[in-house]
Structure formats: structure tokens, C-alpha cells
């Protein structure tokens, strides 16, 4: 302990007596590594698994039931109102939803303002929320498949009723009022598995409100969608071939997968039977994490700027490494002294290894500055990052050990090229 404390006050003095080149090496190695972690930020939340503990039991349903003679159609992840319906009926699933989004306009009923504020709607079945795991601060979900109820999201509850219970309030949406039987915690999946396909990045949903009263209301829906025949109105595609719906089912056993999977292949063939057409395709499940990576929910644009992030980090190393060169260059007098005096080789090696610590760490609080102002630099120039890029306590920890790393390999060649040189060639 007491030689490092030697070693320690020795790296101290010497960062003070050099600091405007110890500045000029922790800026250039703090800006590599601070470029390196927002990258990562981003290709992380764009990574993440949205139900770790069991995003391999829920999956994606896909039919390859079309309406017309076209074996090579592309594999659809939306559906009609009637399959929906027949696989809500299964009995097999551990939990099945259904849902579609819509957009609204709301406003608390019983407020003075007569201001509403868009809001983006979530139709669905109570499924959804074991499902998905969605956390409830008051209330629950409704029952009644046609309820006039609504749960509501932590973020609506705050700008409608300022964060209170508002469990049998109503609110009124597009000219209707509907009864609040349950508001969500504080939740944000990462990415929105069920919206993989367009935009899984966006914050929570603000209501959750059942999908037949969703089409009852004629709430429109603002997702991927088609049909093979004239549709009036959102409730008029019950019964024909408008394909808006989507599905996923949480099946906990490879025994339930198997039964599932021959569920819809015997429904597949009901419908053939009937005169519909089949695309060449299986009918698909795909696991959360199967189905994001189907979606190209990771950007391969930002895995280009992560590989070129990394490429200029090993630049900022390597320059901060010839800086080092140079300076224990200059300082081979210094070092033969200490040498001639008494002090051993790895004297010197562990002595730069407390000096490199010690830039690591200088450079990592930089880092952390540096990566925080290019995360925002980049959500202002692309705002579509912006729900993708968080610097928690894992990134900072990683954040920590590259700048350390980073540290350690720009000082290694030089360190260990002061320390072979001969003592009398040092002293000459």
C-alpha cells in the first residue's frame, strides 16, 4: 500500500508538471471512447429484449391464408376480424391478443378546459396485458368485450388528472365518454415487440380500450393494412377481407407451440376447404426476439456507425499511444536515474500502470460527458433516436472499463519500450 501511494503521488506530479499533454491525450482518448458509448447506447436499446424472462414463449402469428390464387404472396403479419376471432378461441394458449392502433382526440370529462389532446390508441383484448407483463398502478383490465372502459397509460393519467387514481373517471374520446377501470405504472417496453413492424420505439401507448368497442367507435387504424374488397367504415370489416389485425400468443410449453402450430394449420384447411387460397408458406410463430430481428429493428446503419465508432476509437488509441511514445522518449533521462538509484524495472512498469489508472479514470468522467452530448447531438439531427438511447448504470459501468482498457493499451508499447532499454544506454 505504501508504494502505491508512492506510485500514486509520482503519477500526480507528473500529470501536473506535463498537464497540457496529459490534457491533449485524455481529450483525444475521452472523445473516442465518448463516441464509441453513444453508438453502443443506441445499438443496445435497438438490441434489447423486451421480456427477457420469457420473450421465447410469446409469439407473432402469421396465417397463410390469402383470398386469391397467388401461391408466392408475401406472408402477411396481419389478419382478418374473423381469423382473429377463431384464434382468440383457442384453448391452448397460456394468454392470446389481439389488437390494432388507432389515434384519438381526449379530454378528462369533468375538466373545465375544453382543450383535448391527441392521444394514440391501443384496440385489443384483455390478453394484452399479462402478455406482455404491462404493470398496473390502479385498477385493471375491463371484461366485458364491448365495455365502454379504457385503461390509460402513467403518462395521460398525468396530463388528464395529475398522477391521482383516476379509476372510475371518464374521459372522453372523440365525443364519447368511457370509463377508466385501470391505469398503467410507470412502463416502456424496449423495443414495442407487438410493433415491431412500424415504429417500435415510440413511448407507451396512452389508452388501451377494448377492440370491439375500438370498432364500434370507428376508430381508424394507423397500422399496416389491406383489402381485397370495398371497406365503408372500421366496424364494416367484420365478415371480409380486410386484413389490419395482429396477433400474439404466449405459449410456455413446446408441447402448446406444437399444438398451436397444428391449430393453424387445421384452421388453414378449414378455410381452403371453403374455397380460400393458401400462400406457399407455413403458417409462421416467431419469438419476440425472432420476430424484432425479422423486422430489422436494429438499424444496419447504426451497426455501420458502431464498427466505424470502434474503428476511430483504435485511431484515438493509437495517437494517444505515439503522445506517449514521445513523452517517456523525453523523459529516458529521468527514468535511468531512477534506475542507477536503485529502482527496479517493474518499479517503473508498475508506476505507469497507477499513471495509466489514473489517466483511465480522468478519461472516463470525460467519456461520460462526451458520450451525453453526442447521444443528444444525434437525437437532434435523427429524432426518430430519441426513445432509443438511455445511458444507465450497465453502460456506464461499460463506459468506466473502455476508458480503463483504453487507458491501459495506449500506455503498454511505450511503457514496456522505456522499460527494456539498457540502463548504460540511458545514462550515455
Known amino acids: 500500500m505504501e508504494m502505491f501511494n508512492y506510485y500514486l503521488k509520482l503519477s500526480l506530479r507528473n500529470l501536473t508538471k506535463h498537464r497540457l499533454f496529459f490534457s491533449l491525450m485524455i481529450a483525444s482518448l475521452a472523445?473516442?471512447?465518448?463516441?464509441?458509448?453513444a453508438n453502443i447506447a443506441i445499438i443496445k436499446s435497438m438490441a434489447n429484449d423486451p421480456l427477457p424472462h420469457k420473450s421465447d414463449k410469446v409469439f407473432n402469428v402469421s396465417l397463410n391464408i390469402w383470398t386469391n390464387d397467388n401461391p408466392n404472396a408475401k406472408l402477411l403479419h396481419i389478419m382478418r376480424y374473423d381469423d382473429a376471432m377463431h384464434l382468440l378461441n383457442n384453448e391452448i394458449a397460456t394468454h392470446t391478443m389481439v389488437h390494432y392502433q388507432s389515434q384519438v382526440y381526449t379530454r378528462a370529462v369533468d375538466s373545465k378546459s375544453l382543450s383535448r389532446v391527441q392521444a394514440i390508441v391501443r384496440a385489443t383484448t384483455p390478453g394484452f396485458f399479462p402478455l406482455t407483463d404491462a404493470p398496473f398502478a390502479f385498477g385493471g383490465a375491463w371484461q366485458n368485450d364491448r365495455a365502454q372502459q379504457v385503461v390509460i397509460s402513467d403518462s395521460l393519467n398525468k396530463q388528464l388528472f395529475n398522477g391521482i387514481n383516476?379509476?372510475?373517471?371518464?374521459?372522453?374520446?372523440?365525443?364519447?365518454?368511457?370509463?377508466?377501470?385501470?391505469?398503467?405504472?410507470?412502463?416502456?417496453?424496449?423495443?414495442?415487440?407487438?410493433?415491431?413492424a412500424r415504429e417500435p420505439f415510440t413511448p407507451t401507448d396512452d389508452i388501451f380500450a377494448p377492440l370491439e368497442t375500438a370498432m364500434d367507435n370507428e376508430w381508424s387504424v394507423r397500422v399496416q393494412n389491406m383489402s381485397t374488397e370495398l371497406i365503408k367504415t372500421v366496424s364494416d370489416s367484420r365478415g371480409k377481407n380486410a386484413f389490419f389485425l395482429q396477433a400474439f400468443t404466449q405459449l410456455d410449453t413446446p408441447e402448446q407451440k406444437m399444438e398451436m402450430q397444428n391449430y393453424l394449420d387445421n384452421y388453414s384447411d378449414l378455410r381452403k376447404e371453403a374455397g380460400e387460397y393458401l400462400r406457399a408458406n407455413d403458417n409462421r410463430l416467431l419469438d419476440v426476439n425472432q420476430w424484432l430481428e425479422f423486422n430489422k429493428v436494429v438499424d444496419e446503419q447504426m451497426l455501420a456507425f458502431g464498427l466505424a465508432s470502434s474503428l476511430f476509437l483504435a485511431v484515438c488509441i493509437f495517437n494517444a499511444s505515439s503522445l506517449l511514445l514521445a513523452r517517456y522518449h523525453s523523459a529516458r533521462f529521468e527514468s535511468g536515474l531512477r534506475r542507477a538509484v536503485g529502482a527496479r524495472v517493474k518499479d517503473l512498469f508498475y508506476q505507469g500502470l497507477v499513471e495509466s489508472t489514473l489517466i483511465g479514470a480522468m478519461c472516463a468522467v470525460l467519456a461520460l460527458v462526451f458520450s451525453w452530448v453526442f447521444l443528444q447531438l444525434s437525437i437532434s439531427l435523427f429524432p426518430a433516436l430519441e426513445n432509443t438511447s438511455d445511458i444507465d448504470i450497465g453502460l456506464i459501468v461499460i463506459a468506466i472499463s473502455i476508458a480503463l482498457i483504453s487507458s491501459f493499451l495506449s500506455m503498454v508499447y511505450p511503457l514496456l519500450s522505456s522499460c527494456r532499454q539498457s540502463l548504460s544506454t540511458v545514462l550515455k
Open 166 to 196: 383516476s379509476v372510475g373517471k371518464h374521459i372522453d374520446v372523440d365525443g364519447k365518454p368511457l370509463e377508466i377501470v385501470g391505469v398503467l405504472a410507470p412502463w416502456q417496453l424496449k423495443p414495442k415487440f407487438y410493433q415491431a
Open 31 to 37: 472523445v473516442g471512447v465518448g463516441v464509441f458509448v
